[in-house]
């Protein structure tokens, strides 16, 4: 560097030498006169400004040092401080174990006493969010929610209200009581409704019976009444003061009411009978229509006979009057007459016992029929113990069903069918046997 130095002071004491050489005559500087004229400019600049750094430096050593002596003295003080602090959180602590052996000791069986609220709280808490008196006394959740999960003991005032609310509770558990809630309805918009509380059983409302959502604490009506409780919510929706009306309830809150309402109906428990079961009933249909067909001819024809043998004038074309023909005919001797009045008989026979056979046939077939569905129904339950095992019983409740509605099915129809064919028979024996009377009656005296 003094090297550097001691060369660019040489080219400045030979500046002014070049320069009366050129007022004699023009010099051309070359790129290595630039070069070193630049170089020249560049090393005087550095060593300035080198200067000047070394001059900062200087000058804020000081400040440095005064700097790192003050953060010595925090650094000692904040050590003092901490010693300080670690000895008052030690005393502090013993002296706090001290106290709260003192506490444990003063509290005795205050402290089961606490268990016993929280628990109590806790237990009423999970019963009361499932009852239908929550919707009137909503704020009650929250005080029991807090009341068992603190850790400090309760106040007289806490607990005087803890016996409050399950006072109340026992209390409102017994009224039936008329307020304004939201509902939600059957398109499935939320409505404040007027609804009718039945302890904490039921509620209804607009006739209709209302299922409690717990989760989302409200009400919606139910899909349908119950079967047979249309006129007791009719009474009960009339129900005046200082009056009573019966009415069915559900004691399981609800538990009950939606098992009733998930059994089948009438239409849906022979929808499970399947094709079987249709053909059954299409039996039972035929052999209702035939007997009541059969049933109300022969009841005219039992009138008709009737008139005839009060009266005495028989009707044209009836076996009496054929029969009262034979025996007015003088040219018929005894053994041609009886011939003539057993051929009227035998025809009079199957006039009356027309469709019983038809209806006994289909009293007998039912119930076949009936076996036939139970058959089938047991196969399909056998394929799905085959496929999915027992695990779970309503992928077999199908085939079971089957099998029970067409049994019953084929049982509905035989019984009453044969009922028919009874008295149908009973019927036409006794018409018969009274024209076979007349006939007789009719012989025995001609042969006088």
Do not use: C
């Amino acid at each position: 560097m003094k090297k550097l130095i001691k060369s660019s002071f040489f080219l400045v004491l030979l500046t002014p030498f070049l320069f009366s050489q050129e007022s004699e005559e023009e010099v051309v500087l070359t790129d290595v006169d630039k070069l070193l004229i630049l170089v020249e400019e560049n090393t005087l600049l550095r060593s300035a400004q080198d200067q000047k750094r070394l001059n900062e430096f200087l000058e804020n050593k000081n400040k440095q040092q005064k700097l790192l002596n003050d953060a010595k003295w925090l650094l000692k003080k904040e050590n003092d401080r901490e010693r300080l602090l670690t000895k008052t959180f030690e005393d502090n602590d013993a002296k706090l174990s001290d106290l709260e052996e003192q506490l444990n000791l003063k509290i005795g069986t205050l402290g089961e006493t606490f268990g016993v609220v929280r628990q109590i709280s806790g237990d009423a808490k999970s019963t009361y969010s499932q009852s239908l008196t929550n919707l009137q006394f909503p704020s009650r959740i929250e005080f029991l929610t807090d009341l068992a999960e603190r850790k400090a003991l309760p106040s007289v005032e806490e607990l005087e209200k803890l016996w409050f609310t399950l006072l109340n509770e026992m209390y409102e558990s017994g009224k039936v009581v008329s307020f304004n809630t939201s509902v939600l309805n059957p398109s499935g918009e939320i409505v404040n409704q007027e609804v009718l509380r039945l302890g904490q059983f039921n509620a209804i409302s607009e006739k209709k019976y209302l299922r409690f959502i717990s989760e989302e604490q409200k009400l919606e009506f139910l899909e349908a009444n119950p079967p047979g409780t249309r006129s007791s919510v009719r009474a009960l929706s009339k129900l005046e003061n200082n009056s009573y009306a019966e009415f069915m309830i559900d004691p399981t809150r609800g538990s009950l009411l939606s098992l009733i309402l998930q059994n089948p109906g009438f239409f849906e428990r022979i929808n499970q009978g399947g094709f079987v079961g249709y053909l059954i009933l299409i039996i039972l249909v035929m052999g209702l229509t035939m007997g009541g067909l059969r049933f109300k001819f022969l009841l005219n024809e039992k009138k008709s006979l009737d008139d005839e043998l009060n009266t005495g004038n028989y009707v044209s074309g009836s076996p009496l009057s054929e029969i009262e023909t034979l025996i007015s005919d003088i040219t018929l001797d005894q053994e041609q007459l009886e011939n003539k009045i057993e051929a009227v008989l035998s025809n009079v026979e199957p006039v009356y016992e027309k469709n019983l056979s038809t209806v006994k046939l289909l009293a007998a077939v039912a119930p076949l029929l009936g076996l036939l569905g139970t058959v089938i129904g047991m196969i399909e339950t056998f394929q799905a113990i085959t496929l999915f095992g027992t695990g779970d019983p309503k992928l077999m409740a199908d085939g079971i069903s089957q099998a029970l509605v067409t049994t019953m099915l084929g049982l509905i129809t035989a019984v009453p069918l044969l009922f028919i064919h009874n008295q149908l028979d009973t019927r036409s024996r006794e018409i018969v046997q009274i024209i076979e009377e007349q006939a007789i009656g009719k012989i025995a005296s001609t042969s006088k």
